[in-house]
């Protein structure tokens, strides 16, 4: 007798299986042509269930605990070989153990979107990704519609199908659920439990349950997330026209505290004081109602304040305005004579100041060419 005649020869007296790979659903004792023993253990270890088949033929099944196989714990199995009562022979059968645990981390997510319909946005395209766990409530059912004589099969087979029937669970239960688009996250937890409920009864009859489901997101295109991004910032903003008021003043005044911009930069403060005071009593009143009419023109910018000139280097002032036409007279003030008052940034020339500008006198441009 060889070798491998002498292995196959022998009889198995402990069945067991030790999972170490989290993702082994089924496992098939490998018997190897050899034949286990009568009266071998039979070890069911927490989280498993060892089921019997002869000849394709589902027999006994076994829940946790430490067995000694006999005729007497076997009646499917020696009902199928026509074992006699005292049987002691050595026998041929296959044994599955079968996980019973939590497989959990198992992940599902839509490829395409979802089209449902909303109340306040119309048409939408949703998508939605999230995770769940896996659980065998009936081994002889999964091994019948989907182990078959699989010798081990993991969570990665049956992946995929369940990820199809979780994506079409969901489109149905979104459209079913009739919640607005901006109210499905604060429902996300109720729709996944009924989501849990429903996949377990349409996966009962292949043995396996969702005890758990989990929705982390429900997400929309990004052309609609920008226009809903748009349209929270309008809200966030408030009232329109006091806030297009306030950036014309803030646009204003950081042109007014240039100095490099010219007339602009003079023009720009007496726009923008005007502008502010205008805001002012817009903000007082209360909202809904019109402003009164002004009974005369706000006064001048700067009309009481005085002015600082800086003539050959030197600083002069402070100068009251009614001086200034004196100065002017005199030649110190000039329309390029650099000027300055409080509330102002920095020194500008006279001609870019609204308020000075009627100091100087127009030129007139040159006569035209005689003909």
């Known amino acids: 007798m060889g070798l491998m005649d002498k292995v196959k020869g022998q009889f198995i007296d402990i069945v067991e299986f030790l999972d170490d790979s989290r993702d082994t659903i089924v496992w098939r004792f490998p018997r190897q042509g050899n034949e286990i023993k009568m009266g071998a253990k039979l070890v069911v270890r927490e989280g498993q269930i060892a089921v019997f088949v002869n000849e394709g033929q589902i027999a006994d099944a076994f829940t946790p605990g430490t067995y000694t196989l006999e005729t007497q714990n076997m009646p499917v199995l020696a009902t199928l070989k026509g074992w006699k009562y005292g049987f002691n022979s050595p ?22 979107p979802i089209t449902m319909r909303d109340a306040e946005f119309g048409m939408v395209r949703l998508r939605a990704f999230g995770t769940y766990a896996l659980q065998v409530n009936d081994a002889k059912a999964l091994m019948r519609q989907l182990v078959g004589t699989d010798p081990q099969f993991k969570t990665e087979e049956v992946s995929e199908f369940l990820r199809q029937t979780i994506v079409s669970e969901v489109a149905t239960a979104l459209g079913n659920a009739k919640i607005p688009m901006l109210d499905l996250a604060a429902n996300q937890d109720t729709i996944a439990s009924n989501l849990a409920e429903t996949l377990t009864g349409s996966l009962r009859d292949m043995g396996i349950a969702i005890p758990r489901f989990v929705i982390e997101s429900i997400s929309l295109p990004d052309e609609v997330q920008k226009a809903l991004d748009k349209r929270t910032s309008m809200g966030v903003l408030g009232d329109l026209d006091q806030y297009t008021k306030f950036q014309t003043a803030e646009a204003i005044d950081h042109a007014a505290q240039n100095p490099g911009g010219g007339a602009a930069g003079g023009i720009g403060l007496g726009m923008g004081m005007a502008v502010g005071q205008q805001m002012a009593q817009s903000f007082q009143q209360p909202q809904g109602q019109q402003a009164p009419a002004a009974a005369a023109p706000p006064p001048l910018p700067g009309a009481s304040k005085p002015w600082y000139l800086a003539v050959n280097g030197q600083q002069v002032g402070p100068l009251p305005v009614e001086q200034l036409g004196d100065k002017v007279g005199s030649g110190e003030l000039t329309p390029q004579t650099l000027v300055w008052q409080d509330g102002m940034s920095g020194w500008v020339a006279a001609s870019t100041v609204p308020s000075l500008q009627a100091l100087f006198p127009a030129t007139p441009p040159p006569l035209p060419p005689q003909g």
């Open 91 to 112: 026998f041929k059968a296959e044994v599955y153990f079968v996980g019973t645990r939590l497989y959990t981390d198992m992940k599902w997510g839509t490829k395409n």
